[in-house]
């Protein structure tokens, strides 16, 4: 059964060699760290400080539409919710959080 799996023998040890190009494994490092920064990481904190002033600014008569999509004029601002008025006599709580833009005045009405 031998002829179908040749054996394997382990060469001689060759002498160790010196790590070469190791100042371009930390310029790559480097690199890639700075792109990681200025692609991912530098947008995403532009966004979460835009929407905390938005969610800080957020006052009665505001319109504003959620993250689910569902647009309406702030009628009460609390210190973690908001109530939106969708329709004449509808109103909805929802967590600051779930704010996802506020709408120019007259929007709603031009709906």
Known sequence: MSFLIPAAY???AAPAAAPAGTG?????LIGFLVIF????????AKRAKEHKNLLASLQKGDEVVTSGG??????KVADDFVVVEVSDNVELKFQKGAIAATLPK??????
């Open 10 to 12: 382990a060469d001689a």
């Open 70 to 75: 569902i647009a309406g004029k702030v009628t």
């Open 24 to 28: 371009f494994e930390w310029i790559f």
């Open 106 to 111: 007259g929007t709603l009405k031009a709906i």
């Open 37 to 44: 920064y200025l692609m991912i990481w530098r947008p995403q």
